[in-house]
């Protein structure tokens, strides 16, 4: 109620304030008009004493005028200060909001590990890996891979898959006794299962040996939209999931196509993913063709 007063006392003094201006102004223009007049009627009148009268007149209306610039001042300092005072209440607010939320979800957090407990679920598989450095890019039309200073002597299988931090960035495709070949997600013959977790959506994502992706799902495209966030499924079991993919782009004639979230060119080091069976959980000997 005390805002409102407020409000109503600001509209007051802003009538007041254009109904004062409106005489100011109109007088103003009387005096002038009556300088004017007077030059024109006795106009024998020397020049020195027209530039006193024209002077005294300024020095006139700018007194007029000051104590309507200070009043209008003041009320746009008031004005200032009600809004201050409408937005703090708003961001206290907001804040108090934002206090609930994040309470409540370490309150999930909590309830969420108990359950797991309950549950005897553990938490996914920890995959080890070695860190090799990049000696050699080659960025022809129809391949893109690199040559990584890693190879049998490390341990590196063939097809393993090549990540740095959480993205994905190929898998192994030959393997030497002290080095091997990177076979990046934007070369063509590469295909990757992905999900957009978000929507649930499931796709496939396709090198085409340029610098993005494509997807080759050919229809139900309708969810995918620009700016969906693309994460790798497990499917197929050749790379593990949730591993970043990139972001979905939109071509200037309305194809959408995937931005790989790295770029494999700026990178020095990357980490090769143990994906032996045993690494990934499997000691499942029969028909291993289904785990491979």
């Known amino acids: 109620m005390a805002d409102i007063s407020n409000l109503k006392r600001v509209k007051a003094l802003i009538r007041e304030r ?3 201006n409106k005489l100011i102004t109109i007088l103003s223009f009387l ?9 024109f009627i006795f106009s024998n009148i020397s020049y020195s004493i027209k530039a006193k009268v024209l002077d005294y007149s300024t020095i006139i209306i700018s007194s007029l005028y000051s104590p309507i610039n200070t009043l ?5 300092n008031i004005s200032n200060i009600i809004n201050v005072h409408e ?3 708003i961001l206290i607010l907001e804040n108090e909001n934002y206090k609930n939320l ?3 979800l370490s309150i999930l957090k909590i309830k969420n590990n108990e359950y797991k407990k309950l549950l005897n679920i553990s938490d996914d598989i920890k995959y080890n890996f070695t860190t090799s450095k990049i000696i050699s890019r080659s960025n022809l039309s129809y391949t893109k891979s690199v040559i990584l200073m ?3 002597s490390d341990n590196i299988a063939d097809g393993s898959p ?6 994905l960035l190929g898998y192994i495709n030959q393997v030497g006794n002290i080095s091997s070949r990177l076979i990046s997600i934007t070369d063509g013959i590469v295909k990757v299962p992905s999900i957009i977790l978000e929507k649930d959506f499931k796709i496939i994502v396709s090198g085409n040996n340029d610098k993005y992706l494509e997807i080759l799902n050919y229809d139900e495209l309708s969810l995918v939209k620009e700016g969906d966030k693309v994460f790798t499924s497990g499917d197929g079991n050749k790379f593990p999931e949730n ?3 990139g972001t979905v782009m939109k071509k200037s004639n309305g194809d959408l196509i995937i931005k790989p979230s790295i770029d494999i060119n700026n990178l020095n080091y990357v980490y090769i993913l143990n994906w032996s069976l045993k690494d990934r959980g499997i000691d499942i000997k029969d028909d291993p063709i289904y785990y491979d």
Do not use: Q, R
């Open 102 to 104: 994040v309470n409540n």
């Open 31 to 39: 005096l002038a008009f009556t300088i004017l007049l007077t030059t």
């Open 162 to 167: 090549v990540i740095y931090k959480n993205s």
């Open 150 to 152: 890693s190879g049998k």
């Open 18 to 20: 254009t109904s004062n």
């Open 87 to 89: 937005n703090n209440k």
């Open 72 to 76: 209008n001042n003041s009320i746009s």
């Open 243 to 245: 591993l970043f993919v």
